[in-house]
């Protein structure tokens, strides 16, 4: 069944950088977009950014528009989150997500990872 | 308009009928998903393209739409479907994920 397991969380300075990675197992990790949620304390989801399943589109939310870059490693199943420029308002549990259609970008988030928290503290 | 608009909270007697609705401009031209979350567990698909059901969802879930808006309802609903509630749509370039602000559900 599919899998998706996020690590590299953890409390990082205002300014600093950090990068999350998403494991990928259970389908084929290069035939499918993936995605990027985060929920920030107490609130509710923010969707972050989309890669296609071949990386050649990516699209962020404005809020982290110029500061995250999302990137994926087909031959390591693995996808990525660059953070750069962490803000307070940055806190949350990061998801990673699978997209429902094969060869798509966006559709609809059918496999969710269980997350990973990022801190931004000084 | 990039907004999906939910009501905050709903409550429902055990086994009768529940409906949340999710408002918004991006739900006139792309179909709405409803997602379930508990505390501290990620999210779980319930509902996608407007009425579909992914395998192992309770046929006590369905979806409709209409216009700017969609509704998920839940027909008898039980004391495990207490959880939040988030629809999420994407715009008319398939270039943006929106979420709504999600309804707490409370079984009473």
């Known amino acids: 069944q599919v899998q998706l397991v996020e690590s590299g969380g953890g409390v990082v300075l205002p300014g600093r950088s950090l990068r999350l990675s998403c494991a990928a197992s259970?389908?084929?990790?290069?035939?499918?977009?993936m995605h990027w949620v985060r929920q920030a304390p107490g609130k509710g989801l923010e969707w972050v950014a989309v890669?296609?399943?071949?990386?050649?589109?990516?699209y962020y939310a404005d809020s982290v528009k110029g500061r995250f870059t999302i990137s994926r490693e087909n031959s390591k199943n693995t996808l990525y989150l660059q953070m750069n420029s962490l803000r307070d308002e940055d806190t949350a549990v990061y998801y990673c997500?699978?997209?429902?259609?094969?060869?798509?970008?966006?559709?609809?988030?059918?496999?969710w990872g269980q997350g990973s928290l990022v801190t931004v503290s000084s | 308009s990039s907004e999906l608009t939910q009501d905050p909270a709903v409550s429902v007697a055990l086994g009768q009928t529940v409906t949340i609705t999710c408002q918004g401009d991006?739900?006139?031209?792309?179909?709405a998903s409803w997602f379930q979350q508990k505390p501290g567990q990620a999210p779980i698909l319930v509902i996608y393209?407007?009425?579909k059901r992914p395998s192992g969802i309770p046929d006590r879930f369905s979806g409709s739409a209409s216009g700017n808006m969609a509704s998920l309802t839940i027909t008898g609903p039980q004391a495990e479907d207490e959880a939040d509630y988030y629809c999420?749509?994407?715009?008319?370039?398939?270039?943006?994920?929106?979420f709504g602000g999600g309804t707490k559900l409370t079984v009473l």
């Open positions: 890669i296609s399943f071949d990386g050649s589109d990516k």
């Open positions: 997500a699978k997209d429902r259609a094969i060869f798509g970008v966006i559709t609809e988030l059918v496999n």
């Open positions: 259970g389908f084929v990790f290069s035939s499918y977009g």
């Open positions: 393209d407007k009425n």
């Open positions: 999420s749509s994407r715009d008319s370039r398939d270039t943006y994920v929106m």
């Open positions: 991006s739900l006139r031209t792309s179909s």
